[in-house]
Structures are given as C-alpha cells and as structure tokens.
C-alpha cells in the first residue's frame, strides 16, 4: 500500500538527510514517499509561546493538502497539528483516506470550543499512535474515540555514541528540558544538599525562581552541549509537576539519558513510569516530594555502583525498545492493520 508521510520536522531542505522510519519499516508490503514541509519548523526552545499561531496553521494546511493530493493510498502524519487538518479536509472535500496519526501528543486536554474542535477534526482518524497509557486514557476520554484506535508506541531514538566521560573531578547532577519540569522541588532537594547542579532549561520554564548558589543554569547551549553535559553528570534527573490535564512531559530526556547509559531518576506520573522500572532501569520519586527526591538523590550520588547498574541496564533496554528499529516494526504492524480493514492490498 502507498502512504505519503507528513512530519513537520521534514522540510525541503533536509529532505534527503531525514528519512525518518522508512528504513525500518519491515517486510516491503508498504511503499513511503515522504512530503516534505515547505518551511523549517521553528524551535521549540526559541518559541514566545506554547500556542500554535494562526500563520503556523497555515503552513501546516499547506503540508496536510500536498500529503492528500500525493498519496495513492494512506498518509502517516507525525504530531497532533497535521491529523487535525487533513481530518477537516476530508471531510470537507469528502475523501476518504486512511489516516494514521503517529506520536499524537497535544500539550493539554482543553475543555469548551477546542474540544468541540478537537472531537471534530479528529473523530474519524484511523490510528493515533501515542507513547504512554496516561496519554491512551487521556484522548479517550477527551476525544470520545474508542480505545481499539490507539496503540502505545514508545519514543523512539536512534543509538547515541557515548563520547563523555563522568567528571569525577567536580561531579554535579543534571536537569535538561523545559516543559513542566518541577525545579522549585529539585532546588530544594539539591540546596539541602549542597551538591553542585545543573539545570538547562529554557529562560520561561525558570522564570520567578530563586536559584540556590549551587545551582548553574546555562541558557541558548546546543543540542551537543546538553548531551555532553547529559554523560559527564553523575545523576540526571527529570522533576515533573503534576498536572491533571498535561498527557505527557520528559520522555525524549528520559530516552537519551538511557541510551547513554545514565542513572536517571524521574517523577511518576506524566509518562516515566511507562519508560523506567523503578530500581532496575533508573528511580521513580513521588511528585512534590523534597524528601523522596532527597533521599534518591542521596543514595545514587554516594553508591557508583548502584549507578553503573541502573545506568548499563538503562542502556540495554533503550537500545531494544525504545530505538528506530523497534518503532519501525511497530508502525508496520499498524499499517497492515490500517491496509486490511480497508481492504487495500
């Protein structure tokens, strides 16, 4: 079966390096053309607001109406924008084209117009692929779609090279990533400690805060600094507020930091619970909790050990389940599913 794929993160000019799953996906029986965006997607990181504005919009109706002239078949979309748009298209234009949403994760379940809209627009998509069972059990109450049109399938990354070594000279803790992430309890936590940190994160995420003396928060550093800073850390922690209405936060932090063989410790709740087996692949800690953040920072900052095991064992199980290959099987399996119910091989 033919699909197109629309990836907001695929425009023109990295068409030729970005090739996204299709290497991955099995057994030849799918044909994927991928089309392209016609701008770059802004940074995530540099944006002024966590809304996606009207000009954006635009674009990602253009993306959505060259995805359905191109295919032959179905489109795999990725993110949450583009499915909502060709949801409309079809059934505005009245075309009926397999859809399956790949990696649907919207920032909050809104209530009102918006989920009015949301219903609307995404009610008659095929397959919405998300990446924990908070967020299953979230857009099904939120969406009214029935609960056998989606499927968890874990963030994918591909192997990282290890090229850092732990500082054990002046060894520090980490914190990377901006959304929802709790550092009023990590500051606590690490100033009853007096352990030398270092949280990078954007300048809203930590907008009003007091920071601890020993706390260090570089802004605007690149991708390669947060992974080199990811391995030299002895501990990296990702601090989650917990949100009733948020689906999902920390997951791409959580999944670099195990393929590079970190000990990691994360909040339970919005996701890392579906990504870390407490005490054999990282440590889970209740959120809100200065004393159980305490308490693991302390255990894993004084036992080497301890670290190496959760931290080899992190690695392992990245690099079976959470890798391209592993997500590229997965979404063969959901296009077959898609294929046969409309009878289209």
């Given at each position: ?210 920071i601890p003396d020993n706390v260090q928060t570089p802004f605007g550093i690149s991708k390669a600094d947060c992974l080199r800073l990811n391995q030299e ?99 063969g399996n959901i296009l077959d599913k898609v294929a046969d119910k409309a009878g289209m091989y």
């Amino acid at each position: 079966m033919h699909w197109t794929i629309a990836a907001p993160f695929i425009d023109k000019s990295n068409l030729e390096k970005e090739p996204w799953l299709t290497p991955y996906v099995p057994n030849g029986r799918h044909k994927l053309d991928i089309v392209p965006r016609s701008t770059p997607l802004p940074n995530w990181h540099e944006r002024k607001s966590d809304v996606t504005e009207f000009r954006e919009w635009m674009v990602y109706w253009e993306h959505a109406v060259e995805a359905l002239k191109a295919t032959e078949g179905g489109i795999i979309t990725v993110f949450p924008q583009l499915p909502a748009l060709l949801g409309m298209q079809r059934r505005i234009i009245g075309k009926r084209v397999p859809v399956v949403s790949w990696f649907f994760t919207v920032n909050n379940c809104y209530g009102g117009m918006k989920q009015a809209l949301a219903q609307y627009s995404l009610g008659n998509i095929d397959y919405l692929i998300v990446q924990t069972q908070r967020e299953l059990e979230l857009y099904h109450k939120w969406l009214g779609i029935p609960k056998d049109r989606f499927e968890i399938v874990h963030f994918h990354e591909k192997e990282l090279p290890i090229t850092y070594e732990e500082n054990n000279k002046e060894p520090f803790i980490t914190a990377l990533g901006s959304a929802h992430r709790d550092f009023p309890t990590l500051f606590k936590a690490v100033e009853k400690l007096n352990i030398p940190t270092v949280v990078a994160s954007g300048k809203r995420a930590l907008a009003g805060l007091t920071i601890p003396d020993n706390v260090q928060t570089p802004f605007g550093i690149s991708k390669a600094d947060c992974l080199r800073l990811n391995q030299e850390a002895r501990i990296n922690i990702v601090p989650l507020l917990p949100k009733p209405n948020v689906t999902a936060a920390g997951l791409v932090t959580i999944v670099e930091a195990m393929h590079l063989g970190r000990a990691i410790i994360a909040t339970k709740g919005l996701g890392p619970e579906d990504y870390i087996t407490h005490g054999e692949t990282g440590l889970l800690v209740e959120p809100e909790s200065v004393e159980d953040l305490t308490q693991a920072i302390e255990l894993l900052w004084n036992d080497a050990e301890l670290r190496n095991r959760l931290g080899q064992a992190a690695r392992r199980y990245a690099q079976k389940h959470f890798s391209p290959e592993a997500a590229g099987k997965k979404l063969g399996n959901i296009l077959d599913k898609v294929a046969d119910k409309a009878g289209m091989y």
